[in-house]
């Protein structure tokens, strides 16, 4: 199994809260996979815990790296997606 990486920026004026936590949350349950967010050069969270995601502490204007492990690009791409989105607030 191979691992997809991507960046997404937290554009939310409030930061990384708790709604968009339970909304990853919520998608990476529905996906079935190994989804990992992090801030970079910083240890990596699995995104299936609101309070691991929470502690991340992300503040607005920074960026988080996704890692996905698959092998399909096309549902990588959408998951992260999905995940800019929630963080737009």
Do not use: C, W
């Not at 970079?40 to 503040?59: D, H, I, Q, T, Y």
């Not at 092998?71 to 999905?82: H, L, N, T």
């Amino acid at each position: 199994m191979s691992t997809i990486s991507a960046q997404v920026v937290i554009e939310d004026p409030i930061g990384f809260h708790a709604r968009p936590a339970g909304q990853i949350v919520k998608l990476v349950k529905e996906s079935g996979l190994e989804v990992r967010i992090g801030k970079p050069s910083e240890k990596m969270v699995k995104a299936n815990s609101p309070l691991s995601l929470m502690a991340l502490k992300g503040k607005s204007g920074e960026t988080l790296v996704v890692e996905i492990d698959t092998e399909d690009q096309g549902v990588a791409d959408g998951i992260v997606s999905q995940i800019q989105e929630f963080l737009k607030g």
